[in-house]
Each structure stands twice: as C-alpha cells, then as structure tokens.
C-alpha cells in the first residue's frame, strides 16, 4: 500500500482479555517498529524488527505483551490479559533500511481502550 | 542513554504569530540525528525534517526553520507567520548509533494556533 496500515483504529475490550494489533508496513521497507502513545504522554519505544527478527525489545513493559513479523512484512503485536493501563494508542512505523538515516514512516494508529 | 527534552507542553497563539518550539536532547555518540515530527488531530506523524550531528546549519523551509546548536544541545523548531492549519502536537526525536535503528522521542509540544 502507498503508507503504513494499522488495524483495527479502535478497539474496546474488556479487562482480562486478548488483543491483537496489526500494522501491514510500507512495501519493501525492511524495518517495523511499534510505540505507545498514552494520554498527555510522548511516544514510548515498544519494539524493532529488522526483517521478521527483533533485535530490540527492550520497550516491551511486561510479558503480556508479544510481538511477531512475518515474511518481512506484516507485524502483530498482542497484549494477553489487557489491564486498563494498557489504554492508548499504538503507532506502528516502518523505514526502507532501520539505519539511522532513514525517516519513519507511521500510521494513523490503533485505539486501544480496556475497560 | 539518550534524551529528549520539550519542556513546553502547550503552547498558544494567534494567528500570523511567530512560534518557536524548544528541543534540547542528551547523548553521549558523537554521531547521532534529529528529527522533528508533526502529529496533526488524524494521529499519524508526519516527519518534517532529519539533521545530522555534523551539519549545524541552520535550515528553512517556507514557514518553517530549524536551530541547531550542539553546543547548547539545542534543535529548536521555529513557525513564521503561523496559520491555524499548524494546529498539532510537535515531536523532536533523536537517533543514535546505539540506538538499533528506534528513534527516542520527546514528550511533544501542543500548538494551538487561533484565528
């Protein structure tokens, strides 16, 4: 697609439950990230894939959370046993190279609200 | 560890006013780059502009100029003659050769610019 796609844009769900995030990247850029953006809160660092490997997970917040790409492509991040400070937007952005010249380019995010 | 520093939260003006947004940024690399985003009420960032630390010029763009200062550790981000369309949250960001290609964002400037 022409920019990065993330699905869904909303999500409701109750405490306890299982969510899972999708973010299809840019054709052919090699590196995908996700971060948190949380009310009045700056953009937190969740995770980087390069290809379909995460060399950096170090912003994962616990162990609920998990990550996977495949193909080097798509990416789903999914949060087990969501808890209500799981609330907030999660932007997905993928480069052409993950190097540190490159821009990122994100989506529109997905809205996550647990009750 | 790197840093990102916009102490202004929100910032508000009238139309056709001048603006500056602050940015000051802690890092220990010797190369690193800055970045500015624009997050408009859609959510999805926009990247604005990326200056490596070696290039302190000072750069324009129509409206829009940057301040790069490494002896102050200052990326200032100034908006002449703003319009209401400028209306959005503004993150400075640093990459840095340790950075594993993720990008470390400050906690974001409002602007709200009125008619």
């Known amino acids: 697609g022409a920019g990065v796609s993330q699905s869904p844009s909303n999500k409701v769900t109750e405490k306890g439950k299982d969510v899972e995030l999708r973010c299809d990247p840019i054709?052919?850029?090699?590196?995908l990230y996700w971060y948190r953006q949380s009310l009045g809160q700056g953009l937190e660092f969740l995770i980087y894939?390069?290809?379909?490997?995460?060399?950096?997970k170090s912003g994962l917040p616990s162990d609920r959370f998990s990550a996977e790409r495949t193909g080097g492509s798509v990416s789903t991040l999914t949060i087990q046993r969501t808890q209500q400070e799981d609330s907030a937007v999660y932007l997905c952005?993928?480069?052409?190279?993950?190097?540190?010249?490159?821009?990122?380019?994100f989506g529109e995010g997905s809205r996550l609200t647990v009750l | 560890a790197q840093k990102v520093t916009q102490a202004q939260t929100e910032i508000s003006v009238v139309e056709k006013e001048d603006v500056t947004l602050d940015c000051v940024y802690e890092t220990r690399d010797t190369t690193y780059y800055l970045f500015w985003y624009k997050q408009p009420p859609s959510g999805e960032l926009v990247f604005l502009i990326r200056?490596?630390?070696?290039?302190?010029q000072n750069e324009i763009s129509g409206r829009y100029s940057w301040n790069f200062q490494k002896s102050t550790s200052s990326f200032n981000f100034t908006i002449t003659a703003s319009q209401v369309v400028d209306s959005a949250v503004y993150f400075c960001a640093i990459h840095g050769s340790s950075n594993t290609g993720k990008l470390i964002f400050g906690q974001g400037t409002t602007l709200q610019v009125k008619p």
């Open positions: 894939f390069q290809g379909n490997s995460a060399p950096d």
């Open positions: 200056r490596n630390s070696f290039d302190e």
């Open positions: 952005a993928s480069s052409l190279t993950g190097t540190n010249t490159g821009e990122l380019f």
């Open positions: 054709s052919g850029h090699t590196a």
